[in-house]
């Protein structure tokens, strides 16, 4: 247990919906991080938050959007789902920013129908 | 354009022999190279990392070794237990750059062979 927690676990909507994902970050870690496994791209990169700012900007699709709050939980929200966007969304988080420091959380799987 | 490949999507290695797991990246900006280690259901893990001033690090059975004029480089893991079944990926980073440097490849599934 990485001490991440990321939900929903999985998540199954239809094209053209909205959700939000949610993650808690370990204790004391500042930086949060958002990925997208998708079977076709692999992993990549979205967006990074430390302490509430946007910190680092990714391959995000302007349909999606991410916040972290005060308490420093973020959520990612997606938009106009397409089948496309159906893939294993990731959380990570750190105490500095270092990348050999991040703890990923187990991922929301998305299916969009 | 994949800028970093994992090019064997599957390997397999006996218990007790080294398995070696290899990486090429095409971005000679890269300075900042890692592994990561995931099992089906959970996130990835790190593992162990190099900066580009130096060709290898060694983190007990863990060895990563880059050659930067290939641009290359290559996870060896001795010996292999059955828990290193998982699928390995490469990470490459450039110091330039915030996380939206951070490149992954595609990962290779490392299967250990009793």
């Known amino acids: 247990d990485s001490g991440v927690t990321q939900t929903p676990k999985h998540l199954i909507t239809a094209t053209g919906q909205r959700v939000t994902l949610r993650c808690s970050p370990r204790?004391?870690?500042?930086?949060v991080y958002w990925y997208q496994q998708s079977l076709d791209q692999g992993l990549q990169f979205l967006i990074q938050?430390?302490?509430?700012?946007?910190?680092a900007k990714g391959n995000i699709l302007e349909r999606f959007s991410a916040q972290q709050f005060p308490d420093l939980h973020s959520e990612l929200n997606l938009s106009s789902l397409e089948l496309g966007d159906s893939a294993l969304y990731f959380c990570?988080?750190?105490?500095?920013?270092?990348?050999?420091?991040?703890?990923f959380g187990p991922g929301t799987r998305l299916t969009v129908l | 354009d994949q800028q970093v490949k994992q090019n064997s999507p599957s390997l397999s290695v006996q218990e007790g022999r080294i398995s070696i797991l290899n990486c090429d990246y095409t971005?000679?900006?890269?300075?900042?190279f890692l592994w990561y280690k995931k099992y089906p259901a959970e996130g990835p893990t790190f593992l162990i990392s190099?900066?580009?001033?130096?060709d290898k690090n060694e983190d007990g059975r863990f060895t990563v070794f880059l050659n930067k004029s290939a641009k290359h480089l290559s996870l060896h893991i001795v010996p292999s237990q059955p828990g290193d079944s998982a699928v390995y990926f490469c990470?490459?980073?450039?110091?330039?750059?915030?996380?939206?440097?951070?490149?992954f490849g595609k990962g290779t599934h490392l299967i250990i062979q009793p």
């Open positions: 971005n000679s900006m890269f300075d900042y």
């Open positions: 204790s004391g870690d500042l930086s």
């Open positions: 990470a490459a980073w450039y110091s330039g750059g915030g996380a939206d440097g951070l490149t």
């Open positions: 938050y430390y302490n509430g700012e946007e910190r």
């Open positions: 190099i900066s580009s001033i130096k």
């Open positions: 990570a988080s750190s105490v500095s920013g270092a990348l050999n420091e991040q703890f």
